[in-house]
């Protein structure tokens, strides 16, 4: 089983070869799958560990530091912000 780098990905039966590459394909759903797992605050590049809901808002991932901050906003605001760690 070949691991697509960092990413997480892997070809079921396939040897680590640099002549056999990833496809696009796979690049894209590897790529996808490693953003999906980013923090999605503005100029934040760590992992999400967290999701939160801002009153009439979608949910969110954040990262600790971010979720912190929100939670922060939230109560200096007087709302309240659902805060949970990501499963």
Not at 6 to 27: K, S, V, Y
Request: one cysteine or more; aromatic letters at 6%.
């Amino acid at each position: 089983m070949v691991w697509g780098g960092f990413l997480g990905q892997h070809r079921p039966g396939a040897m680590a070869n640099p002549d056999d590459p990833l496809t696009p394909e796979e690049i894209q759903t590897a790529t996808e799958a490693f953003l999906d797992r980013m923090c999605s605050q503005a100029d934040c590049e760590q992992i999400a560990t967290y999701r939160f809901t801002w009153p009439g808002s979608d949910e969110q991932k954040c990262c600790a530091a971010c979720a912190l901050k929100a939670k922060g906003i939230a109560d200096a605001m007087g709302l309240h912000l659902q805060v949970r760690p990501l499963q």
